[in-house]
Structure formats: structure tokens, C-alpha cells
């Protein structure tokens, strides 16, 4: 069983709205609030806590807040971080781009939620794989179902395809072996191109 490091923002750890936007960081051992949607949605991976941040706070005191989620992270260990989804909230998507680039080279898969035009997906999208959503949490359920999906893929070691598993694209070339020589790809991508 893979072990889930999720990270929400306040109003999502369900401590409050705006009036909790300097929620300073918080860890619970459990899956809370749309965490607890995404463990359900697991194969074989479980939510085994939660980091609860303000916005406001993590923004404006990043690094107290990156120390204390590097603090987590070392102690539970996890074999994948998940933060948000964000939609198109611009202060939530700093914080889980914030996420995503933390954790960057610690060889563990991090993956998130947001809508295209959130200005965070340009600063993270090469470091973490950031699934499409909607704009509003209004489509919480279907961002949530997308991202378990692509967390179930990770943990079954199956190769991801961002058209595929609905994530955006991280401008990697990744090398593939294959058992047919350069000039008969070349030829089948050519006919593919024109068919």
C-alpha cells in the first residue's frame, strides 16, 4: 500500500474562508476533506495525512511554511505528495506550484489540479504532473476522480501519456526502445502524418 502526502488550503481543510487565510501550517494524520474523496479513490495507495495551510500564510511566510511541509514530508515518508486541486484560485495554485517545486527532487511524484489559465501552472508544470480542471470547485468531484486516476496509474508503475491520463504537458522528450529500426518509424510516422 503507496502512501499519500496530501496538501489543501483552509478553506478545503475545512478550518474556514477568507477570515482563515492566515491559518498557519497544520498537520493532521488523516485524509481531510477532499483528501478523504481522493483515498476512497485509490487502488492501492492510502491518504495518510493531511497539510492544512492559509493561503495568505503560505504566500507571505513561504519559507516557515516550506520548512514545515519538508518537516512532514521527511517524517511520513510518502510515495507520492498530492496538492490541491487549485481551479483558478491564483493564491491556492502559488501554494501548491510552491508544493510541486519543493519537492522536485526528492524522486517522489507530485500531483495536482488546476485550470490552464491559472497563473501557477507555468511556474510548476515542469516539476510535477498538474491534471486539467475545471474553473471552479464546482467540479471538485471530476478533478478529484481524474487525479486519484492518474495516482493510480503512478502506483501501478504504468507509463503516463498527458493526452491519455489528462494531465498537461511537461515539455519532456522521454527516451523509448523499440524493436523496429529508425527508417521504419520514420516511414509509419510519415504515413501516419498523411493519413
Do not use: W
Not at 40 to 58: E, M, R
Not at 179 to 185: E, H, L, Q, S, V
Amino acid at each position: 500500500m503507496k502512501k499519500i502526502l496530501y496538501y489543501v488550503n483552509q478553506f478545503f481543510g475545512q478550518v474556514g474562508g477568507e477570515d482563515k487565510a492566515d491559518y498557519t501550517p497544520h498537520f493532521e494524520e488523516k485524509a481531510v476533506a477532499c483528501a478523504q474523496a481522493f483515498d476512497k479513490a485509490l487502488v492501492d495507495g492510502h491518504v495518510v495525512g493531511t497539510i492544512i495551510c492559509g493561503d495568505n500564510y503560505y504566500n507571505e511566510n513561504k519559507e516557515e511554511s516550506d520548512k514545515f511541509i519538508l518537516e512532514i514530508f521527511e517524517k511520513v515518508n510518502p510515495d507520492i505528495v498530492v496538492a490541491g486541486p487549485a481551479f483558478n484560485a491564483g493564491r491556492y495554485g502559488m501554494a501548491c506550484s510552491g508544493v510541486i517545486n519543493l519537492l522536485k527532487d526528492k524522486d517522489v511524484p507530485v500531483i495536482s489540479g488546476m485550470y490552464i489559465e491559472n497563473p501557477a501552472v507555468d511556474m510548476c508544470r515542469l516539476n510535477g504532473y498538474i491534471v486539467e480542471t475545471a474553473d471552479s470547485a464546482a467540479k471538485m468531484r471530476e478533478a478529484i476522480k481524474a487525479m486519484a486516476s492518474l495516482a493510480n496509474k503512478i502506483i501501478e508503475g504504468k507509463s503516463l501519456e498527458p493526452k491519455e491520463d489528462g494531465y498537461m504537458p511537461q515539455g519532456r522528450r522521454l527516451t523509448e526502445f523499440s524493436d523496429k529500426i529508425g527508417a521504419r518509424r520514420a516511414v509509419e510516422m510519415l504515413l501516419k502524418r498523411f493519413n
